[in-house]
């Protein structure tokens, strides 16, 4: 006898055949939080995607099963806070969380505000330079809950604007002293660009290596002399710390600098100034530019993007896939003022040792507890995450930063350009209360960024205002692989690997440096290398990447003081072998035992050579790059 099968049985089967699918919830610019987050009704905003993702897992849906999708239509996404996300988001290794552009479109997520409302300047500008009187655009500035604040960029039709500044070339003009113990500056008077009050003046100071931005207090012309000073607390920790320090009368001159941020000195077209005490954004256009149909952006928003969870309670199983991050701001330089360290690492605390030597160190004659800069996108207590054919753009400080207590990361195929600061950051660097020169080797290794990869990426156009940045800024990293970048246009290092100028054993082993194109670095400074390392780094591989094509800025030190590939203090436990660049132009400064030198130079093969950088799946990321 046949027995007819339960209907409810006949379910189960179909459903036990069909191809597995994951939850899909839809945003879009012109949706509402109101709709069920279908394609056909999308969310508007992120944030209530994310919750409902969220809720899903949290009730254990069925839907949930294989995965949380959330699609991303094209368009702005305006963003008033950082998109955070937590311990409860986390996903599996079976039923990850995904968050991708939708087919064919490109979602912005922006932290930038538009400024409208653009005015021919009717009347003279006080102050004015008598080459831009008549040239100037004026707009109130944009309100933020209503107040007026402060921002030290401007995009006009995604093109960054520059700054006022003299002067206009790379022709700086030199310290003529600097006298540390009256912590003040003397200059050509000349230099001064017709400014006479400090008002929201800056000095933009190179030292080898770094610059640094200082508030200017006051301004006393005196002859063909000024004396300039700065405010609290960058003056102290400026005039106090000695690496890197200005150079008075070096091999090539005195350390050189620019002035910025006066309406005195906006005289060329593309050139900017916001009076804060008028809450008027002066611009003078450049040729084509039409203020009155014009995109203009200004930044308000340092993050847009925050993975926050922790040791116990991690983020994991997260992707992003074809999300561009864009207009962020970074404000402490005009709060506290900038003095780095290297690699964008400011200085929070910094002086001389009259007595040198620390327990690791014997002869350390300074110390230093350091700040960490923002970026974009930051990451900490996550692991298995990952960014795909994703943009990081129009960037006021670092695009993405694994912070700390991550592992087995990647980040594939992704475009960082325009970026004020370091284009990727990865792995802890030393904490505020740390003094920096000590090993970083936690008890709970947890902490340490591990297994991480960061291959198929172009990086062009950072570190773009601090001089001192680099392409890829890695600290205290483990069994890390960094491979097949391509790393452009970058005013220092393109990638800097580890740090604490120590020999002695820390959290660093086993990474992976391995063909990576770099080329056009240096662009501003010297004692750089296209590859640079730090401190006991066992295991560590720096083999097969490319590296040419040096800059030569006229203000540097020493111009000869650069490098291709350079091992400095501490480096040990290091494999260089099989780079190729034009030169045997290497340096290994005070490092530690075990460090293998085999085969870099021009002899290396030609095949080596050619491999280096993008591979070809990824070519079409230099097409794209300034889309």
């Known amino acids: 006898m046949i027995r007819s099968i339960p209907a409810s049985l006949l379910l189960l089967l179909s459903a036990l055949t069909m191809p597995a699918r994951a939850a899909d919830i839809w945003v879009a610019p012109n949706g509402s939080d109101r709709n069920p987050g279908t394609a056909a009704q999308p969310l508007a905003t992120l944030t209530m995607a994310l919750r409902q993702a969220r809720d899903l897992r949290r009730l254990r849906d069925a839907s949930v099963q294989n995965g949380v999708h959330i699609w991303v239509k094209g368009g702005e996404y305006r963003l008033a806070e950082p998109w955070l996300f937590r311990p409860e988001d986390a996903g599996t290794a079976s039923s990850p969380t995904i968050i991708e552009a939708a087919?064919?479109?490109q979602p912005v997520l922006s932290g930038g505000m538009s400024v409208t409302g653009w005015k021919k300047a009717a009347a003279a500008v006080p102050g004015l330079p008598k080459v831009a009187q008549g040239q100037l655009w004026v707009a109130d500035a944009p309100l933020l809950a209503g107040r007026t604040f402060d921002f030290r960029q401007l995009w006009v039709n995604g093109r960054k604007a520059i700054r006022a500044r003299t002067p206009n070339n790379d022709q700086l003009p030199r310290l003529l002293r600097w006298d540390t113990n009256k912590r003040e500056a003397w200059i050509p008077a000349a230099a001064l660009g017709g400014v006479k009050q400090p008002g929201q003046l800056e000095m933009v100071l190179h030292q080898m290596w770094a610059v640094n931005v200082l508030r200017v207090k006051s301004v006393v012309a005196q002859g063909k002399e000024a004396?300039?000073?700065?405010?609290?607390?960058?003056?102290?920790?400026?005039?106090?710390?000695?690496?890197?320090?200005?150079?008075?009368?070096?091999?090539?001159?005195?350390?050189?600098?620019?002035?910025?941020?006066?309406?005195?000195?906006?005289?060329?077209?593309?050139?900017?100034?916001?009076?804060?005490?008028?809450?008027?954004?002066?611009?003078?256009?450049?040729?084509?530019?039409?203020?009155?149909?014009?995109?203009?952006?200004?930044?308000?928003?340092?993050?847009?993007?925050?993975?926050?969870?922790?040791?116990?309670?991690?983020?994991?199983?997260?992707?992003?896939?074809?999300?561009?991050?864009?207009?962020?701001t970074w404000l402490r330089p005009s709060e506290q003022g900038h003095v780095p360290l290297q690699a964008g690492l400011f200085m929070l605390d910094a002086?001389?040792?009259?007595?040198?030597?620390?327990?690791?160190?014997?002869?350390?004659?300074?110390?230093?507890?350091?700040?960490?800069?923002?970026?974009?996108?930051?990451?900490?207590?996550?692991?298995?995450?990952?960014?795909?054919?994703?943009?990081?753009?129009?960037?006021?400080?670092?695009?993405?930063?694994?912070?700390?207590?991550?592992?087995?990361d990647a980040v594939t195929g992704c475009t960082f350009r325009d970026i004020a600061g370091n284009g990727l950051q990865m792995g802890k660097f030393s904490d505020e209360g740390t003094e920096t020169h000590l090993p970083y080797n936690p008890i709970d290794p947890r902490e340490i960024c591990t297994n991480e990869v960061v291959e198929n990426n172009l990086l062009t156009d950072c570190g773009n205002e601090d001089w001192g940045c680099v392409g890829i800024?890695?600290?205290?990293?483990?069994?890390?692989?960094?491979?097949?970048?391509?790393?452009?246009?970058?005013?220092?290092?393109?990638?800097?690997?580890?740090?604490?100028?120590?020999?002695?054993?820390?959290?660093?082993?086993?990474?992976?440096?391995?063909?990576?194109?770099?080329?056009?670095?240096?662009?501003?400074?010297?004692?750089?290398?296209?590859?640079?390392?730090?401190?006991?780094?066992?295991?560590?591989?720096?083999?097969?990447?490319?590296?040419?094509?040096?800059?030569?800025?006229?203000?540097?030190?020493?111009?000869?003081?650069?490098?291709?590939?350079?091992?400095?203090?501490?480096?040990?436990?290091?494999?260089?072998?099989?780079?190729?660049?034009?030169?045997?132009?290497?340096?290994?400064?005070?490092?530690?035992?075990?460090?293998?030198?085999?085969?870099?130079?021009?002899?290396?093969?030609?095949?080596?050579k050619q491999a280096a950088g993008l591979e070809p799946a990824y070519h079409d990321l230099r097409a794209t790059a300034g889309k």
């Open 103 to 105: 087919p064919g479109e």
């Open 227 to 328: 004396r300039v000073t700065f405010h609290e607390p960058e003056s102290r920790i400026q005039f106090e710390h000695p690496w890197p320090r200005p150079i008075i009368d070096g091999k090539n001159g005195s350390s050189a600098f620019y002035l910025t941020n006066a309406v005195e000195l906006l005289d060329k077209p593309g050139e900017w100034f916001y009076d804060a005490a008028r809450g008027q954004l002066l611009y003078w256009p450049r040729p084509g530019e039409n203020l009155s149909t014009a995109q203009v952006i200004v930044p308000a928003l340092e993050t847009l993007v925050r993975v926050s969870g922790s040791l116990d309670q991690p983020v994991s199983y997260v992707q992003f896939r074809g999300l561009t991050f864009a207009y962020t």
């Open 351 to 408: 002086y001389s040792l009259k007595t040198p030597g620390t327990p690791d160190k014997k002869d350390l004659e300074n110390q230093a507890w350091l700040g960490r800069p923002s970026a974009a996108v930051e990451l900490s207590g996550a692991h298995h995450t990952s960014f795909t054919r994703c943009r990081f753009e129009h960037l006021a400080s670092a695009g993405l930063d694994y912070r700390s207590g991550t592992h087995d």
């Open 473 to 608: 800024a890695a600290g205290y990293v483990r069994q890390t692989t960094i491979r097949h970048n391509e790393i452009s246009q970058v005013p220092y290092t393109g990638i800097s690997l580890g740090w604490g100028w120590t020999k002695t054993a820390n959290a660093m082993h086993d990474n992976r440096l391995t063909g990576n194109y770099i080329h056009h670095y240096a662009q501003h400074t010297y004692d750089v290398a296209g590859i640079y390392t730090l401190s006991a780094q066992p295991g560590t591989v720096i083999s097969e990447n490319r590296v040419e094509e040096i800059g030569h800025a006229p203000y540097v030190h020493d111009p000869d003081h650069w490098f291709y590939l350079y091992l400095d203090e501490g480096s040990s436990g290091i494999t260089v072998q099989d780079n190729w660049c034009p030169a045997e132009k290497f340096l290994a400064n005070a490092n530690g035992p075990n460090n293998v030198w085999k085969n870099n130079g021009p002899m290396v093969s030609d095949a080596i």
